[in-house]
């Protein structure tokens, strides 16, 4: 049955709940507040009642009634990364399921740390009453400390602000799959282009990147540095070109993947059979490049969901309100890697 229209056409309001349910309307308040001191049947009757009506909590009158907001903050680095985007569906859909809003304060790439101490003052200021630091930048400062002292807050990424954190993508390990995997096809060694080094997942790779080598007994080869972007991608590709003896690529994103696999293609060096390549993130386009690509699933979705139930935990000051999801990374083998040529 569609809602009753009100007289006036006026939105309906408490007291019209109230009437139709046939309950005080600091009942109907407490209903709609989420509080659980309400006969079971009589909250029936009030939700009842407010789908009938259609009425809609008024979320500042709601925030004054009840001396909580219900928002959630999140920093993140002002970015076209498929990463910030992946993550934010995650902190979205755990809001929403457990009554919060959210709200974003972006910060420019390579920003001071000033710049995110703004950012967080700021979402305090707009009644954030738990912030999730999505920036894998390192940010361990007295004075970060004491913001997260007094408000709650987690991060999405593992740093020493939170070094216990089980949400966090451990980056080291992401470089161990991605290194091993080409070593075990019978690699001699692996060449790897690495991300922007104002990231502290760029540094975490290239140290796991350059031990899992030694590991083996195996010198690494130089450092390619890139930036994230396809067009760096696509320029490391054009230098690995030049070096005929590389048979082996690591690289730090899938988005500089596809630009290097099309320089390897522009000089005639055919993935995989040239040169194998893995990458990282595993966004939805890595399955259906040319060729399609091996690379290390990073779950962002997840992480996202882990911090937001991290951070709810918090502010409801109990240790857990769900499941916190694993954020383990994964290897996932699709055509761009195989043994090299000589094996064969």
Do not use: C
């Not at 740093?159 to 019978?186: F, K, T």
């Amino acid at each position: 049955m569609p809602p009753r229209r009100h007289q006036e056409d006026r939105s309906p309001s408490q007291v019209d709940v109230a009437r139709l349910a046939g309950v005080s309307t600091q009942t109907v308040s407490r209903v709609v507040s989420g509080q659980d001191n309400v006969r079971p049947d009589t909250a029936r009757r009030v939700l009842a009642a407010v789908e009938e009506l259609g009425y809609r909590v008024h979320a500042a009158a709601a925030s004054l009634a009840s001396g909580r907001t219900r928002v959630l903050g999140v920093i993140v680095v002002s970015t076209d990364r498929y990463s910030s985007a992946a993550l934010g569906v995650g902190i979205q859909q755990v809001a929403a399921a457990n009554g919060y809003t959210v709200t974003t304060a972006a910060v420019a790439d390579h920003a001071s740390t000033e710049a995110f101490l703004e950012a967080f003052d700021r979402l305090e200021r707009q009644g954030a009453e738990g912030i999730i630091l999505g920036v894998p930048v390192e940010l361990d400062s007295p004075a970060m400390r004491a913001r997260t002292e007094r408000t709650p807050a987690t991060r999405s990424e593992r740093s020493s602000l939170d070094d216990d954190a089980p949400l966090a993508v451990d980056q080291r390990a992401i470089a161990r799959l991605a290194v091993e995997h080409l070593l075990d096809l019978g690699h001699a060694t692996v060449w790897h282009v690495s991300g922007d080094d104002y990231w502290i997942e760029t540094q975490h790779r290239i140290e796991a990147w350059e031990q899992t080598l030694r590991d083996r007994g195996i010198a690494p080869p130089p450092l390619i540095p890139a930036d994230w972007t396809p067009e760096s991608g696509y320029r490391a590709g054009r230098t690995i070109a030049a070096i005929p003896d590389v048979t082996a690529v690591f690289v730090s994103s899938d988005e500089m993947a596809f630009g290097l696999i099309r320089a390897l293609h522009e000089a005639g060096r055919s993935v995989p059979d040239d040169v194998s390549v893995v990458s990282v993130d595993d966004i939805a386009l890595a399955a259906y490049a040319s060729p399609a690509l091996t690379t290390v699933r990073q779950p962002f979705e997840d992480m996202g969901r882990a911090a937001a139930l991290r951070v709810i935990a918090k502010i409801e000051g109990h240790d857990a309100i769900g499941e916190i999801p694993s954020t383990d990374p994964q290897l996932v083998v699709r055509s761009s890697t195989a043994p090299p040529s000589t094996a064969r």
